[in-house]
């Protein structure tokens, strides 16, 4: 058996490398942040004007502030449709179950950029949703209302995102004792009233857990407003990725993403305060 200095040292050698690769470019955003870009050189004065211009501009907070309530949407619909499918997935028997769990999961293991060119052809004026809507009647022509908009971007980052909230509500949900279920209904407790009581406190965890995946994830992605949501479809997320390209305004765009990375944070530690309140 190794000694405890040993597990030490071995413990501090496994943590080093994802320090590096995860600490050492955070950090360097964060030194970047308080630079600033002058003739295509970065000086770094150790200022805090970056963050200066972007709370002083609209233009850019105004952008900030949509994404945060684009990403609540989003969070919001992946929760109204995911919760349902956890719930049908759970209460499967056996063998069901985990094939339809499988299913739903089968959507991570695809590349995201085909699943993005998929998403756009179906919402295109030629895809499966205008043609389904013109055949019921309910438009008399093919529209363009379902792409190049923040509708767009709304409807496939849901789709997207909605396997990281399934997976962990139904992870949740498989965790509630079969024998607090039965309980509920010995004690007279009809399907509704054992919901409400039992299954929707305990499952709570895993709620918030998909939520919190589906707004951090919403909330950097620039690659979906970028296909899909045109120029109507901006994001802070697009904006940053502009300051690491054209603008070449590096300590302005790792400025912004720092900004991110606090809003990120900070909801991480809620969202934790708030399951550990409610664990299975």
């Given at each position: 058996m190794p000694t405890r200095g040993l597990r030490g040292l071995i413990f501090a050698a496994v943590a080093a490398l994802p320090a590096?690769?995860?600490?050492?470019?955070?950090?360097?955003?964060?030194?970047?942040?308080?630079?600033?870009?002058?003739?295509?050189?970065i000086i770094y004065d150790w200022t805090l004007q970056n963050y200066v211009n972007f709370l002083g501009n609209w233009t850019y907070l105004s952008t900030f502030l949509g994404t945060l309530w684009l990403c609540l949407e989003?969070?919001?619909?992946?929760?109204i449709v995911g919760y349902p499918i956890a719930w049908y997935i759970w209460r499967q028997k056996s063998w069901k179950r985990y094939a339809l769990l499988q299913l739903a999961a089968l959507p991570l293991f695809m590349s995201y950029i085909v699943k993005l060119y998929t998403l756009r052809s179906m919402l295109g004026l030629n895809g499966l949703v205008n043609q389904a809507l013109v055949s019921l009647g309910i438009l008399e022509q093919p529209s363009q209302v379902f792409l190049y908009n923040q509708r767009a971007v709304l409807i496939t980052m849901?789709?997207?995102?909605?396997?990281?909230?399934?997976?962990?509500?139904?992870l949740s949900l498989e965790r509630i004792p079969r024998s607090l279920l039965q309980a509920s209904t010995d004690l007279g407790a009809g399907g509704w009233d054992t919901f409400r009581r039992v299954v929707l406190p305990l499952s709570m965890p895993g709620t918030i857990a998909g939520a919190l995946f589906a707004f951090v994830l919403a909330l950097g992605d620039f690659i979906t407003p970028q296909m899909v949501g045109g120029t109507t479809g901006f994001t802070i997320g697009r904006v940053i990725f502009s300051q690491f390209g054209l603008a070449f305004d590096w300590p302005f765009g790792a400025s912004m993403a720092a900004i991110l990375l606090l809003v990120a944070l900070l909801l991480i530690v809620a969202a934790g305060y708030a399951a550990s309140r409610r664990r299975v």
């Open positions: 590096v690769v995860i600490l050492v470019p955070l950090g360097s955003f964060l030194v970047m942040s308080v630079a600033r870009a002058e003739k295509h050189r989003v969070v919001l619909l992946s929760l849901t789709v997207i995102y909605l396997p990281y909230v399934v997976l962990p509500i139904f």
